[in-house]
C-alpha cells in the first residue's frame, strides 16, 4: 500500500501466493479485467464464494503480526548507555565471529538481548565508544539497534535486539533454500536496501555489507547489523589478502576503488549490496567460488563480473550489475534499490497468468 499497489496474499495449504489488485479508470478494482468490483468489500465477497482463477477461495484471514522495535532497553539507557556488566547474564553462545563470541543473554533478568563481546585489542575502547555513540542515534526497523555497551574492562561488550535466527548468510542456506521463494528473496532485497536506505540518509557508510552481518527474526523480518563496525576494528590489511579461508575475505563484498585506494562510500556499499543479492538469488553461495581475493582483485580489474546465477531472473541479476558499475557515481543510491525492489513483481502489462506471482 505505501507504494500505492494493492495485493492480495492468499494462503494455500502451505504455500502462500500473491496477486495484484489492479484498478480501472473509474477506479474499479480487479483480478481480470472480466470482473471487476466498485469496493474492495465486494472484491473479497465475490471470492469467498469462489475461487474463479485464484489459487483458493478467500477463507479467514490470516492475522498481521505487528513486531514493535524496541530502541532502548529503558529509560535509563536512553542517555547512560554504559551498563553495569553484571546486569547481563551471556545465556547461550549463539556464534563465533572474527572479533569473537555472539551470545544470547538476559538484561536485569528481563529482557532477551544479543551480547556480542569482543577479543581483547579488537578494537580501540576510545575508537569504538566514538563510533558506538553514532551508531546508537540510528533507528531504522531494519537496522539492528544498539542498546547499551560495556566498555570498561575486557572483554568489550556491545549490547543488541536479539534475532531469533542469526545470520542472514546461514538462514539462506538451509535445506539448501528449498523453502525459499523468490517472492521472499525479493523481499528479503527489498528490507535490506530500506536499511540501506536510512544510512544513506543518514550519510553512514557500513563498510561491511554481505549476508553474514544481516540478520533473520521472527515473520520474515530482515535487518541490517554491525554498520560501522569495520571502521573501528583494527585490521591488518595484509592479511585481508592473504587468508587462506574463504568465508574470512571480505575482499569479495569490497568494491574495486575501496580496496585499491580505501575509498570507502555508500556507493562501495552499493557494491557491496550487488554481492549480497548475488548471495540471496544463489542460497548463500560462496562469491567467485574456487578464487583467492587477490584473484578477484585482478579479474575484476579486466571488467570480470560474477555470472549470471542459474534460475536468476533477468532482472534480477540486472540489478547486480547496476551495483557493479566500475564508475561508483553511475551505481544507483539505496533509495532507487527500494524501490525498485519494492516494486518488483509489477508487471509491465496485464496477463491473467503474470499476474500471479509465485
Ligand atoms: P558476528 O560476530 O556478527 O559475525 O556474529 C556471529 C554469529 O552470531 C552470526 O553469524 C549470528 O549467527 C549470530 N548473531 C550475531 N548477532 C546476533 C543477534 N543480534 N541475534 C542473534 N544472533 C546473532
Redesign the pocket.
Given at each position: 500500500l505505501l507504494t500505492g499497489l494493492i495485493w492480495i496474499s492468499v494462503l494455500d495449504e502451505r504455500a502462500v501466493k500473491h496477486y495484484r489488485i489492479r484498478r480501472l479508470d473509474k477506479g474499479d478494482f480487479f483480478l481480470t479485467p472480466r470482473k471487476t468490483f466498485s469496493t474492495l468489500n465486494e472484491f473479497v465477497n465475490y471470492y469467498t464464494r469462489t475461487s474463479d482463477g485464484l489459487c483458493a477461495r478467500l477463507g479467514k484471514p490470516c492475522l498481521k503480526v505487528q513486531v514493535p522495535t524496541t530502541f532502548d532497553l529503558s529509560y535509563k539507557t536512553v542517555d547512560d548507555w554504559e551498563i553495569d556488566r553484571s546486569s547481563v547474564q551471556l545465556l547461550k553462545r549463539?556464534?563465533?565471529?572474527?572479533?569473537?563470541e555472539?551470545w544470547e543473554g538476559l538484561w536485569n533478568n528481563t529482557t532477551p538481548v544479543?551480547v556480542?563481546t569482543l577479543k581483547p585489542g579488537s578494537m580501540d575502547p576510545k575508537d569504538f565508544l566514538r563510533e558506538a555513540q553514532i551508531m546508537k542515534n540510528l533507528r531504522h526497523p531494519k537496522l539492528?539497534q544498539l542498546y547499551a555497551v560495556c566498555t570498561l574492562e575486557d572483554p568489550i561488550y556491545i549490547i543488541?535486539?536479539?534475532?531469533r535466527y542469526?545470520?542472514l548468510q546461514?538462514y539462506l542456506q538451509i535445506d539448501a533454500g528449498s523453502k525459499i521463494h523468490l517472492t521472499q528473496q525479493v523481499d528479503m532485497a527489498a528490507q535490506v536496501a530500506s536499511g540501506m536506505a536510512y544510512l544513506e540518509s543518514q550519510n553512514y557508510i557500513h563498510r561491511d555489507l554481505a549476508a553474514?552481518?544481516v540478520?533473520v527474526g521472527e515473520h520474515n523480518i530482515y535487518k541490517v547489523?554491525?554498520f560501522g563496525l569495520a571502521r573501528v576494528f583494527k585490521v591488518d590489511n595484509e592479511n585481508i589478502y592473504e587468508q587462506k579461508e574463504e568465508i574470512k575475505l571480505p575482499v569479495k563484498w569490497t568494491a574495486p576503488e575501496a580496496i585499491q585506494t580505501n575509498k570507502f562510500s555508500i556507493k562501495s556499499d552499493v557494491w557491496s549490496f550487488g554481492i549480497l543479492l548475488y548471495e540471496i538469488i544463489t542460497y548463500g553461495k560462496m562469491p567467485y567460488s574456487g578464487r583467492t581475493g587477490a584473484e578477484v582483485i585482478q579479474m575484476l580489474r579486466q571488467n570480470y563480473r560474477l555470472p549470471q546465477p542459474t534460475n536468476c531472473p533477468q532482472k534480477f541479476y540486472n540489478i547486480m550489475l547496476e551495483c557493479w558499475k566500475e564508475e561508483p557515481k553511475e551505481r544507483p543510491t539505496f533509495q532507487r534499490l527500494h524501490l525498485n525492489l519494492e516494486d518488483y513483481f509489477e508487471a509491465d502489462s496485464y496477463s491473467e497468468t503474470n499476474n500471479l506471482v509465485r
Open positions: 549463539l556464534g563465533y565471529g572474527q572479533f569473537g555472539v544479543a556480542k539492528i543488541t535486539e536479539l534475532m542469526g545470520s546461514e553474514r552481518n540478520l547489523a554491525d
